[in-house]
């Protein structure tokens, strides 16, 4: 049993060794870290057969997934990162690759990684659908001995978030770039018309200028949002949380868009209860979520529609809704809703002067507060945007 053992241990710290070295070459950073991990696999190899307790608390310790095969592509050792990932159950000793893990790509890795000269590392992406969505990075290092191949070793790197994030900031910078574009081409071309002869027609110019000039203010306005977001989920967006009279700041945000709403027809009502305890907030911030989803409300309501601005005591916290009558969201565009740039209907947002974020740092600032923030909503019938604030603690 010993012999076997550090038949397998030696095999396996060779090839964590081999990998750990690759990784080092790519990663300065890493290198002080990753040579206490190599101190500690030679303590075990040191040890024998009395490192074999040592040897399963660090490959069980280990977030990667690790996988050891023999020479001719049985497997030695499953960790159990390795055996959650792949929900693997039973044993797996002498077995290939493919009839416990049951994935083609890891299979060919093992046999191309077995097949390799030297210190040669094999690093390839594999995707897991089953039983969730993932994404692996492969790295397969051939553990040689006198020249010859004795085993390899695999380490299954979860990089799925990684991924995700990659397309976030694609998305981000493909959206950033058409919704900069379409005010700045709108701008270039009524000044160049302008330019061109129509400043000498003073109604046409005049309403050429009144373009340019929502144009800019929609421009502005989504570089500040652009802003606020970056601040808020890079943690550097300053808040100030104190005691807050919530239907105070319900009130001066219904003043703000007085105008809009009468130009509509529509009626904005506050319903807080006068002995509602004052919650913890930013009033700044509190005010940017309601005039936020106030003005929303409004500009997605027909005419003579209402809006109602709601809350009361949930628990430790006060529960604010913001309902109104309106054009309602589809069932199937709910979950994306505080997406940054999603838009249930893209042509009538940019219409309306819309740059797509605004929900987005909705629930971010919610968030930030300890609250959270979540929508209700039947098409064609009108939405409901509630979120929590924290009731602040007496004095």
Known sequence: MTTVFLWILSIAVAGLLAYLSWISRQHRRLRVLLQEAKTSLVQVEEAGG???????????????GVLVVDRRGGILL????????????GAADGKKPLEVIRNVAVQDIVDRTLQGAGQVLISEEISLVVPQEKTFRVNGVPVVRSGAV???????HDITELRRLERVRQDLVANVSHELRTPLSSIKGYAETLLEGALEDEAHARDFIQIILRDSERLSKLIDDL???SKIESGKMKMSFLPVKLSAVVQRCMAVLDNPARAKSIVVTCVVPPDLPLVMAD?????????????NAIKYSGEKASVEVSA???DRFVRVDVKDTGIGIPEEDLPRIFERFYRVDKARSRE??????????????????GGRVWVQSVHGRG????????IASPQ
Do not use: C
Not at 50 to 64: F, P, Q
Not at 78 to 89: A, D, G, H, Q
Not at 150 to 156: I, M, N
Not at 283 to 295: F, K, W, Y
């Open 78 to 89: 499953l960790n159990p990162s390795l055996r959650k990932n792949f929900m693997i159950e």
């Open 383 to 390: 939405s409901t945007f509630s979120f929590t604030l924290p």
């Open 227 to 229: 802003l606020d977001l």
């Open 50 to 64: 009395a490192g074999e307790a040592k040897l399963g608390a660090i490959l069980s310790s280990m977030v990667e």
């Open 312 to 314: 009361s005591v949930s």
């Open 150 to 156: 004795e085993g390899a070793v695999l380490v299954f």
């Open 283 to 295: 009033e700044a911030r509190l005010s940017q979520v309601l005039l936020n989803l106030m003005d």
């Open 352 to 369: 309306l002067g819309g740059t797509g974020l605004g929900l987005s740092i909705v629930k971010h600032i919610i968030q930030a507060h």
